[in-house]
């Protein structure tokens, strides 16, 4: 009797791995697929110039998405934050994927063909705060967000666990700037005002917060959903005190504005935004902010009158894609508008009234 009840014993713990292994591998399978877009960065001084990255890396076309070229496995599998230098183009900075730099703040100088560390390679992706390195001490795990001021490209942020590191030379040292800020929130987003840079938001796990002096300190937004996590944030480029959030009322979400710097907020009239996970990007405005496009699970909606309301047209078809997972808008023509989905790119010229898939380059749909 023993015996039987070891040898049932030792097939139902082959059953439960075999059962195990199997549940990982189409967890792995479902959850990554090769076609699917996670961020999309556009030259603001040539628009022809795109970027995306996708599961396997960082991808580059030359003529507005018709071609697609691999440029580097420094940023593959899983979602990365990617982020432009607007007055330096080539320069783009990453949290790298590879063995060599894993968790760690890149930066490429030739437009992704090559990476290396852009913090004298110091990790800044660490679970503890180490005590033997100052930066260690300093900055936390990144988490999705990178921001260049667009007046200094040696300034720039990050969000972290418990705050923001800035680094005032281009990324060679960093502080933490945490006044203000709930050590346990993730800092997921940052947006910079162009025409005053000391102005900075924070979207986070627990909701908004603003700073007026570059960082140094920061309060928190008073929001209708207290508690609510942010999983977007823009900016108006031409009014800093339009703000718009996405944010997370579960099981959706939804789009608010404030049109007071943060005071008050009110929530749009815009359709449901849908499930959001930590990777998307969902709002888009144009440089001369006549058009806000919106990303849904139906499609991208688009708006002329700063939300008030939203047109039909700007509808794209996205089943079996799994909606939109970021938009980007041309610098130059607000009509031309692309969308990342769980199929690849797409791409309109007519503000959004038709669209097209841009996938020359770009892996299989699986």
Request: hydrophobic share 35%; net charge negative; proline share 4%.
């Amino acid at each position: 009797m023993v015996y039987i009840r070891q040898k049932l014993s030792v097939s139902t713990t082959i059953l439960l791995l075999l059962l195990i292994t199997f549940m990982i591998h189409t967890a792995h399978a479902s959850e990554v697929n090769m076609r699917e877009v996670f961020s999309i960065a556009i030259d603001i001084h040539d628009p022809q110039v795109v970027y995306i990255t996708m599961p396997r890396g960082l991808y580059k076309s030359i003529n507005g998405g018709e071609e697609w070229i691999f440029q580097s496995d420094a940023l593959e599998d899983y979602p990365r934050p990617l982020a432009l230098d607007s007055n330096n183009p080539p320069i783009i900075y990453s949290v790298g994927a590879t063995r060599k730099l894993n968790g760690i703040f890149i930066k490429s100088n030739d437009g992704g063909e090559s990476w290396d560390f852009a913090n004298n390679g110091v990790w800044i992706k660490t679970s503890e705060f180490y005590k033997d390195d100052s930066n260690f001490q300093k900055c936390g795990q990144i988490k999705r967000s990178i921001a260049i001021d667009p007046q200094n490209s040696s300034i720039l942020y990050v969000g972290v666990k418990g705050g923001v590191c800035k680094s005032v030379d281009g990324g060679l040292s960093w502080d933490l700037m945490s006044k203000g800020l709930n050590r346990n929130l993730n800092v997921d987003f940052l947006v910079i005002a162009q025409q005053n840079t000391s102005l900075i938001y924070a979207g986070t796990d627990r909701g908004i917060y603003k700073s007026i002096d570059a960082g140094e300190s920061w309060t928190a937004v008073r929001l209708e959903t207290e508690g609510d996590s942010i999983k977007d944030l823009a900016i108006d480029p031409k009014n800093p005190e339009i703000v718009y959030a996405v944010i997370r009322s579960s099981p959706f979400s939804y789009l608010y504005k404030s049109m007071d710097g943060g005071e008050v907020w009110q929530r749009l009239t815009s359709p449901e935004i849908g499930s959001s996970y930590w990777y998307m990007k969902f709002i888009a405005i144009a440089s001369d902010s006549s058009i806000i496009y919106v990303g849904t699970r139906e499609g991208v909606y688009g708006s002329t009158d700063q939300g008030l309301s939203w047109q039909a047209p700007h509808l794209v078809p996205v089943g079996g894609h799994g909606g939109v997972k970021v938009v980007a808008v041309d610098p130059k023509n607000p009509k031309t508008v692309y969308i990342g989905t769980s199929g690849g790119m797409f791409k309109s010229t007519d503000g959004g009234k038709t669209w097209y898939a841009i996938n020359n380059g770009l892996p299989e749909w699986q």
